[in-house]
């Protein structure tokens, strides 16, 4: 058969689809047809094999082509105060996307399938796999659209499917209040993109990512200055620090724990959770310089701060949500630093050994009856050696141990920052990055001592735990053989090399004028007819020497801080040569700041919230004294007034209000014999309208 | 004597408009009523298919004619229901006495 | 005066003239055996105007069934024991007055209207064409409309059951 660009389309738009009839007919149905979860699985299974094709079909045949398919959707025509706006829907295939989508769908098939094994038993089984149908759908949107119209619809479907998955048991209070908040927290960073996306559509008059690109790159700007640019890259960052969960708005990741383990590896881990990365990837071009330089700030603050709450949290479900907000973090600070490709790398590479841990968490959960916390788990490696292994090696990928896909990852995103702190002698960023991944690794490993090693705490618990059935175990093991090196490159030790990195994605073409963007990213202009090397063309000959050269210390000392860490775990809580308490007792206010999450929700209860019931104290203060005051002080002057006004009510305005009304009446009479009640007569009065229109208009 | 053209089909139909239009606003059967809308359905396909033969537009006009008269089927058969239905409530059908939505 | 000129006068005279007695008469049962007519008429015009399938489908449509319709809902109705099976009319005058202006107006835009018209051309049957438009173009309408119909089919029975 021969491929065409169109095939791939369709194929595209059916992985689109499929999961949201998946939803509507579970949703419907599922109440009545108790294993309408099957059709459900199957449907991602089904969308699973499509979208391998489309990524092996577009990684093929296309493979430096971006396929754009739109068609004109609203034609508004001349808006007043703009030019005309057509709203065009489509989808965009590069390599990128294909490349998530696929990740999207093995980590949403394997999910599913968990799920049938953990949520078995619940009243609402069914209605649980149409939410996860409909998170589906919505994530694939954001992935799949070609403008930001779609792309902020679907932000809020996955918003709401986020809500409605972490509040799926909403009886208990905490979990309902955990919704409520993720979903109110995320809506302050969207208002901010909104804000961005209404700017860049009121002065470009459309939504579509290329061509905004394209009127960009000839230099028309926002309010026409370059501040104006980094203003809307701002903005838009603002919805990708609310979905993403950065610094400040991260309070929300950790408390959405409260959903069941499978939503939490799916949404809260690999996907959702991304999507804030994958926009920042997308509207990369864009970005300008300083807008770069704020992303990068709040990239590294929240690759750090969560990293240091994580190494004293006891829920093991808190610690992997602090690792995940500290991951994103990376993430972040990477496309800040303009390691574009490495951001994308980490990003496809955590979503599966981060699935893999919240997976694991969930089958150890399951197995310990609903407990969460790991001081009373301990010696569950004898017990469940699939779920320890696979733990195990996801932990090994999430620390950055060589052979693992989280090294290469995380050391190209090392690389990218210390290349940056080379080239422009800001360092805050690399060691920032080297400290996060020695914390990585020590707080890992601590779960993993404390959860799987030693002996068990609670013997009671520990007798019942059983290995988890087939459907649990099975997409473990899948996880966990995706998280090792040889998927990505055949060499363990150079994420260049990977066929990933070096053929199919790219850092695109930056439309942001020369004089904004980072020095390093300033195209050379004898360099641009020289094809072979794409990167050399985007970005400087000087940065990729210093990728270069960065390369190798890089590489030793983050694998070394990487065994640092697992080390002292071990000597913390392994071998306890030193006991974990007294030492905790020596920091205590570094220990307390860390245990505490840095106090953020104190923080923000004592300023936003309690700032709005102060402000609502003061408001009532001022209502109940001065404007009562005032309000009572003119009752009686009102009073003496109305006693007046009264007779003159009673005499002279009563009388012309019964002449109206009398008059009215005789009126109402006159027309009433109109409203007769009878089709007809409306009819023929529709005639002689028609009539009498025909003649006027004529 | 002018040859048959577009013009005489159209005032052919505007003649079976206005009759039915009669129908529909002094016959107080409403089985009448209904067969004054069938005038006024007919004179609106005539016009289709005269069209569709004089102007250039294909068979467009021909297909549209036909989706007309299948509606009517559609309408005509609600329609009787409905009369029936009013039949029974009213024991009658006319329509100027059905005017309880006036009160 | 050809031949066709001749026929189109006889069935347009067939079908305005039917339609007047369908209009004006009392009995109902007169006026919807002059419907009959009438629809035969515009038959007739159907196929002075080439649209040979319109015509046939109209003849079993129209004259077939919903007349037959009619002439159920007029027996099913009324009281057929009495012989009087008159109907009245209401606000005639005014009514009259109406539909004659009506009239005329159309008829003066129609003919002070610039049609676009092409020069006729012999056409063959128009029901291949009619197919193929059908299962290509309208392949959508022609099945939203065959739902439409069985929606109305039940949608009848239910109401008349009541």
């Known amino acids: 058969m021969h491929i065409t660009e169109s095939l791939l389309v369709k194929i595209a738009l059916v992985t689109l689809f499929l999961p949201l009839i998946g939803f509507i007919v579970t949703l419907l149905f599922g109440k009545r047809i108790k294993w309408l979860y099957w059709f459900e699985n199957s449907i991602l299974i089904i969308i699973f094999s499509l979208s391998a094709v489309l990524a092996y079909l577009k990684l093929t045949n296309f493979t ?66 149409s939410y996860l149908g409909l998170f589906t759908f919505s994530m694939l949107g954001i992935v799949l659209t070609h403008n930001l119209l779609m792309m902020y619809i679907f932000w809020e479907l996955v918003g709401i499917s986020s809500y409605l998955l972490i509040g799926f048991w909403y009886e208990k209070k905490t979990v309902s209040d955990a919704a409520k908040k993720a979903f109110l927290v995320n809506r302050i960073g969207d208002i901010g993109m909104f804000l961005g996306i209404l700017i860049l559509v009121t002065t470009f008059n459309t939504f579509s990512f290329d061509k905004i690109f394209y009127q960009i790159s000839l230099g028309n700007l926002p309010f026409g200055t370059e501040f104006g640019l980094t203003l809307v890259g701002v903005l838009l960052f603002c919805g990708a620090i609310g979905k993403s969960a950065q610094f400040p ?31 920042l990837i997308r509207i990369f071009p864009i970005l300008s310089g300083d807008a770069l330089l704020i992303i990068a700030i709040i990239g590294a603050l929240s690759a750090f701060i969560p990293a240091t709450i994580a190494v004293t949290q006891n829920d093991i479900k808190k610690v992997l949500a602090y690792s995940t907000i500290s991951q994103l973090g990376y993430m972040v600070m990477a496309i800040g630093v ?13 979503a599966f050994f981060k699935a893999c841990l919240f997976l694991g968490s969930g089958s150890v959960i399951n197995a310990m009856h609903h407990e969460q916390d790991m001081r009373n788990m301990g010696g ?28 290469l990852s995380k050391d190209g995103i090392l690389v990218g920052t210390f290349a940056f702190g080379s080239l422009t002698g800001n360092w805050w960023f690399a060691a920032t990055g080297f400290l996060v991944a020695f914390l990585t690794a020590f707080y890992m490993f601590r779960a993993i001592i404390l959860t799987f090693h030693g002996k068990p705490r609670d013997k009671k618990k520990y007798e019942k735990v059983k290995e988890s059935s087939f459907v649990m175990a099975m997409p473990l093991v899948v996880l966990s053989i995706l998280s090792l090196s040889f998927w990505y490159s055949l060499n ?21 004028p ?58 913390l809580y392994q071998w306890k040569f030193i006991d974990p308490d007294k030492l905790a007792n020596k920091l205590k206010p ?10 953020f929700d104190e923080i923000y209860y004592a300023t936003f919230v309690a700032g709005t019931i102060g402000l609502s104290r003061v408001i009532n203060f001022f209502d109940n004294k001065i404007v009562d005051g005032i309000v009572n002080g003119s009752a009686s002057v009102t009073r003496y007034l109305s006693a007046f006004t009264g007779k003159f009510d009673n005499i002279v305005v009563d009388g012309f209000v019964n002449m109206t009304a009398y008059l009215s009446g005789l009126l109402g009479l006159f027309f009433r014999r109109f409203q007769t009640g009878k089709v007809q007569s409306y009819l023929m009065f529709v005639i002689f309208s028609i009539i009498i229109l025909l003649y006027i208009f004529k | 004597m002018i040859h048959i053209g577009l013009n005489h089909y159209l005032i052919v139909s505007s003649l079976l408009f206005s009759l039915g239009i009669f129908a529909v606003i002094t016959r107080k059967n409403a089985i009448m009523v209904l067969m004054g809308i069938e005038l006024i359905l007919n004179s609106a396909n005539i016009n289709f298919v005269a ?10 006009g021909q297909l549209t004619a036909l989706f007309v008269i299948i509606l009517a089927a559609a309408e005509a058969a609600i329609a009787m229901a409905i009369v029936l239905n009013i039949y029974k409530m009213f024991t009658n059908i006319n329509v100027d006495e059905i005017d309880t939505l006036k009160d | 005066m050809t031949v066709y000129d001749i026929i189109f006068y006889l069935f347009a005279l067939i079908s305005v003239g039917s339609a007047f007695f369908v209009v004006t008469l009392r009995n109902i049962v007169y006026s919807a055996f002059f419907l009959l007519f009438t629809l035969f008429g515009i038959a007739g015009l159907f196929v002075l105007l080439s649209a040979d399938f319109i015509a046939v489908v109209q003849l079993v449509v129209y004259v077939g069934a919903i007349l037959v319709l009619i002439l159920f809902g007029v027996m099913l109705t009324s009281n057929i024991t009495q012989v009087k099976i008159k109907t009245s009319s209401l606000q005639i005058i005014p009514s009259a007055i109406a539909v004659l202006i009506l009239a005329f107006s159309l008829i003066k835009i129609f003919l002070n209207t610039n049609w676009k018209t092409v020069p006729l051309t012999v056409q063959s049957s128009s029901v291949e064409g009619l197919g193929v438009l059908l299962l290509n173009q309208y392949s959508v309408v022609f099945e939203l409309i065959g739902i439409l119909l069985l929606i109305a089919l039940i949608g009848a029975a239910s109401m008349a059951r009541r």
Do not use: C
Request: charged share 15%.
């Open chain 1, 492 to 512: 363990p030790f150079n994420p260049e090399e990977s066929k990933l990195l070096s053929n199919w994605v790219k850092p695109p073409e930056i439309s942001v």
């Open chain 1, 338 to 350: 303009g390691a574009y490709t490495f951001a994308f790398f980490h990003l496809i590479t955590h």
């Open chain 1, 380 to 407: 569950l490696r004898k017990k469940m050696p699939i779920t320890y292994v696979t733990f195990l090696i996801a932990s090994l990928a999430l620390s950055g141990i060589p052979l693992t896909s989280g090294f």
């Open chain 2, 51 to 60: 069209f569709a033969r004089y102007g250039n537009f294909g068979l467009t």
């Open chain 1, 249 to 279: 708005l991260h309070v929300w990741l950790p408390d959405a724990m409260e959903g069941p383990t499978p939503v939490s590896a799916l949404i809260h881990a690999a996907t959702m959770v991304a999507a804030g990365v994958y926009f």
């Open chain 1, 514 to 571: 020369q004089s904004a963007r980072y020095d390093f990213m300033k195209t050379e202009t004898e360099k641009v007819n020289e094809v072979n090397l794409k990167e050399e063309i985007i970005y400087s000959s000087a940065y990729t020497e210093a990728i270069h050269h960065a390369h190798y210390p890089t590489l030793f000392t983050s694998a070394t801080l990487a065994f640092l860490g697992i080390l002292f775990a071990f000597i």
């Open chain 1, 64 to 129: 430096d082509q971006t396929i754009i398919s739109e068609f004109q959707w609203i034609n508004l025509g001349n808006v007043p105060f703009l030019k005309t706006i057509t709203i065009e829907l489509g989808i965009m295939l590069d390599n990128v996307t294909v490349i998530m989508v696929l990740a999207v769908t093995i980590v949403s098939m394997v999910v599913h399938i968990f799920s049938i094994g953990y949520m078995k038993g619940d009243k609402r089984y069914n209605r649980y796999f």
């Open chain 1, 590 to 599: 570094v220990y307390l700041l860390s245990f505490n999450k840095w106090y």
